[in-house]
């Protein structure tokens, strides 16, 4: 099982980027997909989720209103659009696969991460 992401980089406040995570070696269309980040001593957070038919998309209220998520279950592929960057968006973004496999367990993949740097 593969998650690879792009689409990181350097941008100024105001600034907008599109992170892309392709996924390999699982059955796509059945696992949740969620983009979650990691600032310099801090928890990893959840910033967004959508379910396999893209009917239910979930927002940190840090990020309504900024951030797109979206899935194209023919590429195997999650988005997430960010708009109007701000400094403290500035953390590493990571993709997450879920798939629940019971009430109590979860088969969950995680990507390698993309940096985000938004600064002047």
């Known amino acids: 099982v593969q998650l690879v992401e792009s689409g990181g980089g350097s941008v100024q406040p105001g600034g907008s980027l599109r992170l892309s995570c392709t996924v390999s070696?699982?059955?796509?269309?059945?696992?949740?997909l969620s983009w979650h980040r990691q600032a310099p001593g801090k928890e990893r957070d959840l910033v967004a989720s959508?379910?396999?038919?893209?009917?239910?998309?979930k927002y940190a209220d840090s990020v309504k209103g900024r951030f797109t998520i979206s899935r194209d279950n023919a590429k195997n592929a999650v988005y997430l659009q960010m708009t109007a960057l701000r400094p403290e968006d500035t953390a590493v973004y990571y993709c997450?696969?879920?798939?629940?496999?019971?009430?109590?367990?979860?088969?969950?993949?995680w990507g390698q991460g993309t940096q985000v740097t938004v600064s002047t």
């Open positions: 070696g699982i059955t796509f269309n059945w696992y949740d």
């Open positions: 959508i379910s396999t038919d893209s009917g239910t998309r």
């Open positions: 997450k696969a879920r798939f629940a496999l019971s009430m109590w367990t979860s088969d969950i993949y």
